[in-house]
């Protein structure tokens, strides 16, 4: 897969200030640009814009009960778009959580911790590279 310059990335988390933490933090790199979404059904009307990378929350519902959570957004992204990376980023820590993320085709799973930025940008240099 050729990988665009600079790097597309979209966020997706219902959380706005995660959102924009994460949009800011990431934009600092001129080798990425950053788009972000605040629901799944927000970020799959623009994948067609043909992101490399997805940044998606686990639990996209949890301010709105009727929105698409992460598993059901990763499903549609890996059923028509399956060359996306796509990395969850959650609060959520278990371990079987975890798993059934990486089992829909998830190439990483982040817990929202003190470390996650770091680790966020360990993968995307990586991916870029």
Same mark, same amino acid.
């Given at each position: ?31 990425? /640009? ?5 629901? #799944?059904? !927000?970020? *799959? $009307? ?7 990378? &997805? ?7 949890? /301010? ?5 959570? #992460?598993? !059901?957004? *990763? $499903? ?7 060359? &996306? ?45």
């Amino acid at each position: 897969m050729h990988i665009s310059s600079p790097l597309r990335v979209f966020i997706v988390d219902d959380d706005p200030m995660m959102q924009e933490m994460l949009r800011d933090h990431i934009s600092k790199n001129a080798s990425f /640009k950053v788009s972000a979404f605040s629901t #799944g059904e !927000e970020c *799959l $009307k623009h994948v067609n814009e043909n992101p490399d990378v &997805i940044i998606l929350d686990y639990y996209l519902n949890s /301010k709105n009960l009727d929105a698409a959570n #992460g598993i !059901e957004v *990763l $499903k549609a992204i890996k059923k028509y778009h399956p060359e &996306i990376h796509v990395i969850f980023l959650s609060g959520q820590g278990r371990y079987g959580v975890a798993m059934q993320t990486i089992q829909r085709g998830a190439e990483h799973y982040v817990i929202k911790d003190d470390d996650a930025f770091a680790k966020i940008d360990k993968i995307l240099s990586d991916i870029a590279s």
